[in-house]
Every structure is written in C-alpha cells, then in structure tokens.
C-alpha cells in the first residue's frame, strides 16, 4: 500500500475555521480522488479552532455514499482532533451511514416535507 498523505485542513480550507459546508466540499474534493485510486489520507485538524458538523457532512460524511464503510476504514484516518471534534465526527458517521444505507426513503422523506421547490 502506498504512503499515506498528509491532507492538513487548515491549508485546504485556508485557516482555522471549518464551518461551512463548502469548505468541508474542498476537504472532500481533495481526498476522494486520492481514496479512489487507493491513496491512503490522513485528516489532520491540528490548528482548526471552531469545527461544525455542516463541515464534516460535507467532508467526511459525503464518503459514505461513494465509498463503502470498509474502504473509509481502510483509506482515511484523522488525527489531531478534540475529544469533542471526535464525538462530533462519530455522530456525522453514523448519520451518514443511516443515510446512504436508505437514501430513497430519507430523500422521498425530505421531499415529504419540503415539496418539490427544494432539492
């Protein structure tokens, strides 16, 4: 297997925040083509200050749907992170798998809910 890579969020996101889903969609652009390929990443979150769970849907969660649990497991690691950050990403995880376990029923749901002016 090859080396892992580096990926540093504060240098992908450019700074310390990481609370809006489009930053958490760069973190996202970056690795998945690398897991693709059979890159192995590891995350690292040293010098985030505020991290949100919008972000990680959208950089981390997304992955369940492209990538099965046990290739995440195998390709992704973090490091660097809080306590607090890791239960975050814990329960972004588990949503995310719940989610694209089920993605027609939780869509048709949200569909439900909103109708069909938003998608």
């Not at 990443?41 to 919008?54: C, K, R, Y």
């Not at 649990?69 to 719940?98: C, F, G, H, P, W």
């Amino acid at each position: 297997m090859d080396e892992p890579l580096l990926a540093k969020v504060t240098a992908i996101v450019g700074g310390s925040l990481c609370v809006s889903a489009a930053d958490g969609q760069k973190v996202y652009d970056k690795i998945a083509p690398l897991m693709e390929k059979g890159r192995p990443v590891i995350l690292s979150f040293q010098g985030v200050e505020t991290l949100i769970s919008a972000f990680l849907n959208a950089a981390v969660g997304q992955l369940y749907g492209k990538f099965s649990e046990a290739s995440i497991r195998e390709l992704l690691s973090v490091q660097d992170m809080s306590q607090e950050d890791l239960a975050t990403l814990k329960r972004v995880v588990e949503n995310a798998k719940r989610y694209f376990a089920n993605k027609p029923a939780y869509d048709a749901a949200w569909k439900g809910e909103v109708g069909d002016d938003e998608e």
